[in-house]
């Protein structure tokens, strides 16, 4: 079955550090797609950042960028230059390549603090 | 540029009472998705639709019906309310060979 579990259900940042969010999935498939969602207060869901299981490269998006170990399973983001506007709560997510089913963690919500 | 819309907001129901949540995408995705999210439990998916006319049974589909009659709507009922169903709803869409989903505002929705 596949799984994505956040261990992380809190995190603190001072403002203009950097912090890491931590995400490990499961899956027995080879082709797939993890996603990182930011969900502000406002509730809306927002890609921050995707990654094709294929590239071996890391994506970066600005000040966020993720660390993709595919041997051990882990996805974790990083957010350099924390901003106030980075509090809100992040989902990790993957996608089977092909299929139609996202599976969602459990969500991390970060504060940033001034 | 409307994208995902959701009506209604929020609602508040009474144990029994039915109603109807509503998506409308208008980026013609073939894809649709409802979903529920609870404190410490993620979105878990209730029902999908892969093109007008199908849907499919997600995680947790018990107490909710859907339908999409047509490809931009896609409707999630509540036939008699629980308070287990208490919970804020989400609508997403995508189009099939593209894997970002697009995410309506969420529902939120209390049955007392």
């Known amino acids: 079955a596949q799984t994505v579990t956040q261990s992380q259900p809190e995190m603190s940042v001072q403002e203009a550090e950097t912090v890491t969010l931590s995400c490990t999935y499961d899956?027995?498939?080879?082709?797939?797609?993890l996603f990182w969602y930011k969900q502000p207060p406002s509730r809306q869901m927002i890609l921050v950042i995707r990654q094709e299981a294929y590239k071996q490269q890391n994506a970066t998006e600005n000040r966020f960028s993720v660390n993709f170990q595919k041997a051990a399973k882990s996805f974790s983001l990083k957010i350099s230059d924390s901003q106030l506007g980075d509090a809100a709560m992040y989902f990790c997510a993957s996608l089977i390549s092909g299929t139609y089913k996202y599976i969602f963690g459990t969500g991390t919500r970060l504060k940033v603090l001034a | 540029n409307a994208g995902v819309t959701q009506t209604p907001k929020f609602r508040v129901l009474k144990t029994g009472q039915s109603m109807t949540l509503l998506c409308a995408q208008d980026?013609?995705?073939?894809?649709m998705y409802w979903y529920r999210q609870d404190p410490g439990m993620g979105l878990r998916l209730i029902h999908y639709?892969?093109?007008?006319?199908?849907?499919a049974k997600g995680e947790v589909p018990d107490g909710y019906n859907v339908s999409r009659l047509k490809k931009q709507n896609f409707l999630l009922g509540l036939e008699s309310a629980a308070p287990s169903q208490t919970s804020v709803y989400f609508c997403a869409s995508r189009q099939g060979a593209v894997t970002e989903a697009f995410f309506g505002q969420g529902t939120r929705l209390t049955v007392v």
């Open positions: 899956t027995s498939e080879s082709d797939y797609y």
């Open positions: 639709s892969v093109g007008e006319g199908t849907t």
């Open positions: 980026m013609n995705h073939e894809y």
